[in-house]
């Protein structure tokens, strides 16, 4: 891997895409304990306010948090075993610097009929150094069949903050990335992004989010949505971008 070639090739587009990143036989295993927490009807976490302004129909869950609901070292072993590869963890450093962090593992699942995500910052634009990185791994092929594919804006990363407007229109420009299973995709946590409806059975993807050195441990608690600006901690819409 040239990692000069692919920070460069990051922090110009706010993003980067790397197919068949890992081996199969451990993709399986990891979206097996997904497939195997998420059977049944899972209910969404999040408060009804939130879930109707951000349009935003997925379902969290924190695989190697020792309190969070069925947890076990068997869960968790493949999604640790992920986490500590030695070509991630040279990738982010290369990214990010040294000095980077972890902050936390976290599964994104959407059921089939559901509306993805609306664009959205993952972290307040204002201070161009304090941002996260999202490291996402996906156990399965995403496509215009399945839906679920993710949309960015190529550089928007350096363009502040998101503009006003209809949460999933159509944006000049947008990229929509189709990664399929063993791929692994970096996204800034300023860039301007969103995920289109599912259609197939269901959509994951697994998040191993980190940040730059003196970053705070919080720098994901507030999201940037085009209508609104929302505190995940307190269950609060701390700002009103577009009143409807």
């Known amino acids: 891997m040239n990692l000069y070639t692919m920070a460069h090739d990051f922090w110009r587009e706010g993003f980067l895409v790397l197919d068949d990143f890992f081996d199969i036989e451990l993709m399986d295993r990891v979206d097996e304990r997904i497939l195997e927490h998420f059977a049944g009807e899972p209910e969404f976490q999040h408060e009804p306010e939130f879930l109707e302004r951000s349009d935003t129909d997925v379902i969290p869950w924190f695989p190697q948090r020792p309190d969070e609901a069925g947890y076990s070292p068997h869960r968790a072993a493949p999604f640790d075993e992920l986490g500590l590869d030695e070509r991630l963890s040279g990738l982010t450093e290369a990214l990010l610097g040294p000095g980077w962090r972890s902050l936390y593992c976290m599964v994104m699942f959407?059921?089939?009929?559901?509306?993805?995500?609306?664009?959205?910052?993952?972290?307040?634009?204002?201070?161009?150094?304090?941002?996260?990185?999202?490291r996402l791994v996906y156990t399965r092929d995403l496509s215009p069949e399945t839906g679920g594919q993710t949309v960015v804006i190529p550089g928007s990363h350096r363009k502040g903050e998101i503009p006003l407007g209809d949460p999933n229109e159509e944006l000049d420009g947008q990229v929509v990335l189709s990664p399929r299973a063993g791929s692994l995709v970096f996204i800034h946590g300023h860039t301007w992004h969103r995920v289109l409806p599912v259609t197939g059975p269901y959509r994951f993807s697994t998040n191993f989010r980190a940040c730059p050195t003196n970053t705070p441990d919080d720098v994901t608690d507030v999201c940037v949505y085009r209508n609104m600006r929302y505190q995940f901690s307190t269950s609060e819409l701390v700002e009103e971008r577009n009143p409807i």
């Open 110 to 134: 959407s059921m089939q009929g559901t509306n993805g995500q609306a664009w959205h910052q993952d972290c307040p634009p204002e201070d161009p150094a304090r941002h996260n990185l999202n």
